[in-house]
Protein backbone atom coordinates (compact mmCIF):
# COMPACT_ATOMS: atom_id res chain seq x y z
CA UNK A 1 0.00 0.00 0.00
CA UNK A 2 2.57 2.42 0.55
CA UNK A 3 4.34 2.48 -3.05
CA UNK A 4 1.62 3.65 -5.19
CA UNK A 5 1.85 6.74 -2.31
CA UNK A 6 5.77 6.63 -2.86
CA UNK A 7 5.59 6.95 -6.55
CA UNK A 8 3.03 8.98 -7.08
CA UNK A 9 4.73 11.48 -4.43
CA UNK A 10 8.01 10.68 -6.23
CA UNK A 11 6.09 11.87 -10.04
CA UNK A 12 4.90 14.98 -8.46
CA UNK A 13 8.08 16.06 -7.14
CA UNK A 14 9.86 15.25 -10.76
CA UNK A 15 6.71 17.88 -11.96
CA UNK A 16 7.51 20.26 -9.96
CA UNK A 17 11.07 20.43 -10.41
CA UNK A 18 11.10 20.34 -14.26
CA UNK A 19 8.07 23.42 -14.10
CA UNK A 20 10.59 25.12 -11.74
CA UNK A 21 13.14 24.38 -14.44
CA UNK A 22 11.14 25.41 -17.50
CA UNK A 23 10.40 28.76 -15.94
CA UNK A 24 14.07 29.44 -14.91
CA UNK A 25 14.91 28.55 -18.44
CA UNK A 26 12.75 30.51 -19.93
CA UNK A 27 13.44 33.84 -17.75
CA UNK A 28 17.46 33.29 -19.21
CA UNK A 29 16.06 33.58 -22.41
CA UNK A 30 14.36 36.37 -21.79
CA UNK A 31 17.87 38.10 -20.27
CA UNK A 32 19.70 36.78 -23.30
CA UNK A 33 17.38 38.24 -25.96
CA UNK A 34 16.76 41.37 -23.70
CA UNK A 35 20.71 42.13 -24.05
CA UNK A 36 20.48 42.21 -27.67
CA UNK A 37 17.48 44.30 -27.86
CA UNK A 38 19.06 46.66 -25.58
CA UNK A 39 22.57 46.50 -27.20
CA UNK A 40 20.82 47.42 -30.03
CA UNK A 41 18.94 50.00 -29.04
CA UNK A 42 22.04 51.98 -27.22
CA UNK A 43 23.43 51.69 -30.77
CA UNK A 44 20.40 53.62 -32.05
CA UNK A 45 20.05 55.93 -28.98
CA UNK A 46 24.07 56.81 -29.71
CA UNK A 47 23.64 57.02 -33.48
CA UNK A 48 20.54 59.13 -33.73
CA UNK A 49 19.64 60.56 -30.17
CA UNK A 50 16.46 58.46 -30.54
CA UNK A 51 15.18 54.65 -30.40
CA UNK A 52 13.43 52.81 -33.74
CA UNK A 53 10.42 51.07 -34.32
CA UNK A 54 11.41 47.68 -35.52
CA UNK A 55 7.91 46.05 -35.39
CA UNK A 56 8.00 44.00 -32.48
CA UNK A 57 5.00 43.95 -30.09
CA UNK A 58 7.40 44.98 -27.45
CA UNK A 59 10.38 47.06 -27.82
CA UNK A 60 13.38 49.31 -25.65
CA UNK A 61 12.19 51.88 -24.02
CA UNK A 62 13.99 54.95 -23.12
CA UNK A 63 14.61 54.29 -19.30
CA UNK A 64 17.15 56.96 -17.60
CA UNK A 65 16.75 56.54 -13.47
CA UNK A 66 19.44 56.35 -11.81
CA UNK A 67 20.41 53.66 -8.90
CA UNK A 68 22.98 52.23 -6.78
CA UNK A 69 24.17 48.75 -6.00
CA UNK A 70 26.58 47.60 -3.71
CA UNK A 71 27.69 50.77 -3.46
CA UNK A 72 28.15 51.90 -7.07
CA UNK A 73 25.92 54.43 -9.12
CA UNK A 74 24.60 53.57 -12.37
CA UNK A 75 22.70 55.49 -14.67
CA UNK A 76 20.33 53.56 -16.97
CA UNK A 77 19.49 54.61 -20.57
CA UNK A 78 17.28 52.12 -21.90
CA UNK A 79 15.07 49.09 -20.74
CA UNK A 80 13.28 45.66 -22.22
CA UNK A 81 10.74 44.27 -20.42
CA UNK A 82 10.63 40.86 -21.86
CA UNK A 83 6.94 38.94 -21.69
CA UNK A 84 9.50 36.02 -20.30
CA UNK A 85 9.58 37.88 -16.93
CA UNK A 86 6.05 37.53 -16.37
CA UNK A 87 5.65 41.15 -15.40
CA UNK A 88 8.10 40.29 -12.22
CA UNK A 89 10.98 42.79 -13.44
CA UNK A 90 12.96 44.02 -16.86
CA UNK A 91 16.01 44.73 -17.77
CA UNK A 92 17.74 47.59 -17.76
CA UNK A 93 21.14 48.64 -19.61
CA UNK A 94 23.30 51.74 -18.75
CA UNK A 95 25.39 53.54 -21.59
CA UNK A 96 28.44 51.70 -21.14
CA UNK A 97 26.72 48.28 -21.33
CA UNK A 98 26.03 47.08 -17.40
CA UNK A 99 22.90 44.97 -17.45
CA UNK A 100 20.51 45.45 -14.39
CA UNK A 101 17.47 43.87 -13.63
CA UNK A 102 15.26 45.85 -11.87
CA UNK A 103 12.90 43.13 -10.22
CA UNK A 104 9.83 44.18 -8.66
CA UNK A 105 9.84 41.94 -5.67
CA UNK A 106 13.43 41.82 -4.81
CA UNK A 107 15.06 45.17 -6.00
CA UNK A 108 17.91 45.42 -8.27
CA UNK A 109 20.98 43.49 -9.24
CA UNK A 110 23.01 43.21 -11.91
CA UNK A 111 23.24 40.34 -14.73
CA UNK A 112 26.90 39.18 -15.15
CA UNK A 113 28.50 39.08 -18.80
CA UNK A 114 27.28 36.31 -20.88
CA UNK A 115 27.43 32.92 -19.84
CA UNK A 116 28.18 33.82 -16.07
CA UNK A 117 24.51 33.28 -14.82
Sequence with gaps: MKWPIIIVLAVIAALSTLAYLQSRSLWHAGVVYSRLELRRALKDLRETGGLRDYGNSV???IFTNSMTIDGTNY???VAYDDPKFYGDGFL???TNQVFIYLDK???PRLIPSEGQF
Design 75 to 77: QCA
Design 92 to 94: AAT
Design 105 to 107: KRG
Design 59 to 61: RPF
